[in-house]
């Protein structure tokens, strides 16, 4: 899941998370994204992305978009509405997927939690959520199900990196040892009622906990404590970022778009046509699923920078004076220690040491690695 980019998606008012007192005294840099204002960094971004991965971090995730699905058609609606078998999760699991248009286009990445058997929460990148609710409405027509916006029912914090499972338990006696990665069971955490999500963007192990948005400041401040000893710090969506895209990890407005399939994307896998019945994109997406192994379209690579220079969003990817491919997401790499990309590039270029690719960056061609993607992937 995303919504990491503090892109200026200015809006009429700007909407403000439950814990926005706290960010504030904390000295967070605010910006705003999708109408949120929301923080940036408290301090030195790099220091809260090595956090993270060394120790631990604490989210404010509140602007992400929660849409509850109900009733007896529920499952069935959303294998309709979504490119995944949905009516395949277990109570208390969660699924990645995608909700596509009738022409393939991704619409959105999203994860699914199923909460009971007729009951599940879909959660969307904040800068799509309302057009998934409207998708998901339109798509309700004819299933005995309600599809009900919930997004200021929630506040969603999260606590990511190595340390995460100790300082939550030691707040709430969750089974917190059964729990499976994408999964996601209720509970309480230092005595308010959560939803406990082993799931996270960080590629380190973590959680998620939704909660209603009166209990957020309490519960922020409870992790807060318990993770004082072991070196827990807050951190803001440009630290979300960088580990994200160290982790390989798509970011919807970047490696995921409208003009793009999730066979486009190198995520044919998330698509499941042996579902029963149909669903939103089918014809178009076994055309492209067609396409890809026939013709393999652009892949998603990483590229290492063999010097300093960081590439952006935008930049022409290119080897022997022609234009190969685009970059879609790129930043320093605290754990690298160098500046590393995403980038969608020809097939002939895609395999990881191809030699001669470069980046165009303002007119020079600065020489980059094709790597294997993630760039970074955790211990067990």
Avoid at 202 to 228: N, S
Avoid at 315 to 328: K, L, M, R, S, W
């Amino acid at each position: 899941m995303s919504s990491t980019d503090p892109a200026s998606d200015q809006t009429a008012e700007q909407r403000h998370t439950a814990l926005d007192a706290v960010h504030r005294a904390l000295g967070a840099t605010m910006t705003d994204f999708a109408g949120w204002d929301m923080p940036l960094r408290y301090g030195s971004e790099r220091d809260e992305h090595q956090a993270v991965r060394t120790r631990a971090g604490l989210f404010d995730l509140s602007h992400m978009g929660e849409i509850t699905v109900t009733g007896p058609q529920a499952a069935a609606l959303l294998d309709f509405a979504l490119v995944g078998n949905i009516g395949a999760v277990r109570n208390g699991r969660a699924r990645y997927t995608m909700i596509c248009r009738p022409d393939g286009g991704i619409l959105d990445d999203l994860i699914v939690y199923r909460l009971a058997d007729t009951e599940f929460m879909v959660v969307a990148n904040a800068s799509n959520a309302q057009v998934v609710l409207d998708a998901l409405s339109e798509r309700a027509e004819g299933f005995d199900a309600e599809v009900r916006d919930d997004r200021d029912a929630y506040a969603l914090i999260a606590v990511q990196g190595p340390e995460s499972p100790g300082i939550l338990a030691a707040v709430t006696d969750a089974d917190l040892d059964g729990l499976k990665y994408y999964a996601g069971l209720p509970g309480t955490v230092a005595g308010v009622p959560a939803l406990i999500a082993r799931t996270g963007y960080t590629g380190e192990d973590g959680f998620e906990l939704f909660v209603r948005p009166e209990h957020a400041v309490e519960l922020w401040q409870a992790l807060t404590k318990a993770g004082e000893g072991v070196g827990l710090v807050p951190c803001g969506l440009s630290c979300r970022d960088t580990l994200r895209l160290e982790a390989g990890m798509p970011l919807y407005g970047h490696e995921l778009s409208t003009s793009l399939t999730p066979f486009d994307a190198g995520l044919g896998r998330v698509v499941k046509f042996d579902k029963d019945g149909d669903f939103v994109g089918r014809t178009a997406l076994e055309a492209a699923a067609g396409r890809a192994a026939s013709q393999p379209p652009r892949v998603l690579v990483g590229l290492v920078a063999e010097g300093r220079r960081v590439p952006r969003a935008g930049f022409a990817v290119v080897a022997g004076g022609e234009v190969i491919g685009e970059v879609t997401s790129g930043a320093p790499s605290p754990t690298l220690g160098k500046p590393i990309a995403m980038a969608y590039v020809d097939a002939a270029h895609a395999a990881p040491g191809t030699t001669g690719v470069g980046v165009d960056i303002r007119g020079s061609h600065e020489p980059y690695e094709v790597v294997a993607l993630p760039f970074y992937k955790r211990q067990k």
